[in-house]
Each structure stands twice: as C-alpha cells, then as structure tokens.
C-alpha cells in the first residue's frame, strides 16, 4: 500500500477529457512538487509532468498537471487511443525522505 | 545519442547477491543525480535509491536500506546497484534513471534489465 494513492483505474471514449488523482499527505504532495508518469506496455515510464503542472519538452499540451492541497492531478484532453496506458505520480516524502510512487492507474480508451 | 543501458541482470538464488550497472552516454553524465527504480512484474514502480552527482548524497527506501548500495564512477559514466541477501520479492525489472532538474524528476530511463531471485 502505497503512501500515496491513485484509483487503479481510469476510461474515457476518444476526444474526452479525463482526470486521474493521485492522494497523500503533508508530508509529500502538501509540500514538494509532484511528477507524473506514462508507461505503455512492455516499456520504461516517460515523464509526462514535472515540478507538479510543467511538461518536458515534446509532450502535447492535451496533458495538465495540478495541486490543490494534500492531492495532485493529471488531466489529459481530446483522449486518444494511443493514450491508452498505466500513469504513476511520484513525489518525494519528507518524512520517508525518499521518493513514493503511486500504485498507477491504468487508462482505458473505449 | 542520449541513453541509459543497463546491465547485470539474470537469475540468482534466495540470499545471493547481484551488481547492477547502467552506462550512460550523449550527456555530462556527472552533472546528473541519478537513481535506480524496480517493477515487480504485473506491478507498479517502486523507487530504491538515488545519489547526487559526486556521490556525496545518497538516499534508500527502507526496504533496501542495508541490502541494496548505490554508488557511480563519473569517470567511467556509470551507476550501479550492489544488492546483496536477495530475496524472491526483488525479482522485478530494474531501471536506472536521470533526475534532470533536481525535482526527483526522471526525463531518461534504460530499459530495464530483469532480475530473478528464485531456487
């Protein structure tokens, strides 16, 4: 059980919006940046969002980052087929002092 | 070319020990914090260690705090990962990783070399 907490699961037919949550606490997301992960299957992870709503170079601007309080979330619009993977957030935790990955949510495009 | 190649993997029984490595190259592999990461198959990702760029900070999750130990050669830009009192929850694919900003942000990754601990 991970200290921070993403729905195992995520859907949403072509040209949606969708939202995945990723939970914690005072101790990672209320207080250090958050990062989020795309990993298709059978590949390494991609970051997709840095220090909580920035996106690296080549990552479509369909793909948004935020924070309010103690959660954080990842919101990607005009869903495409090629969206479909396993998305994790990772924050570092003060008081782990290490980085805590969520368990990922898996996004299925109808 | 910028990449990470990892290598060391491969089957190992209950109580052994393993040394990871991952070369890097097309980058100042020595501007760089670098960390390692695992997923257990059909898992998630767990994050096991990272070390700053002089190998002067470094930081483990408990599970691998005592048995795992991360280390670099800038001179030979490389990582790697000592694991030894392996167990049959460490089979996973092992990635090292670039924190390209400081903000435990990783914007390269290898592509994994598996290990399985099994008798």
């Known amino acids: 059980q991970s200290v921070v907490t993403q729905p195992p699961s995520a859907s949403g037919a072509p040209g949606q919006r969708v939202t995945i949550s990723c939970s914690g606490t005072s101790s990672n997301i209320g207080s250090r940046t958050v990062n989020w992960y795309q990993q298709l299957p059978g590949t390494a992870p991609k970051l997709l969002i840095y220090d909580t709503d920035q996106r690296p170079s080549g990552v479509p601007d369909r793909f948004s980052g935020s924070r309010s309080g103690t959660s954080a979330s990842l919101a990607i619009s005009g869903l495409q087929s090629e969206d479909e993977a396993d998305y994790y957030c990772a924050v570092w935790d003060v008081s782990l002092n290490a980085v805590v990955f969520g368990g990922g949510t898996k996004l299925t495009v109808l | 070319e910028v990449k990470l190649v990892e290598s060391g993997g491969g089957l190992v029984q209950p109580g052994g020990s393993l040394r990871l490595s991952c070369a890097a190259s097309?980058?100042?592999?020595?501007?760089?914090?670098m960390a390692w990461v695992r997923q257990a198959p059909g898992k998630g990702l767990e994050w096991l260690a990272n070390i700053r760029q002089d190998g002067t900070e470094i930081s483990y999750v408990d599970s691998a705090r005592g048995r795992f130990t991360i280390s670099r050669d800038n001179a030979k830009n490389s990582v790697y990962l000592q694991m030894n009192g392996l167990r049959g929850e460490d089979t996973a694919v092992y990635y090292c990783a670039r924190d390209f900003g400081g903000y435990d942000s990783y914007d390269l990754w290898g592509q994994g070399t598996l290990v399985s601990v099994s008798s």
């Open positions: 097309g980058f100042t592999f020595s501007d760089y914090w």
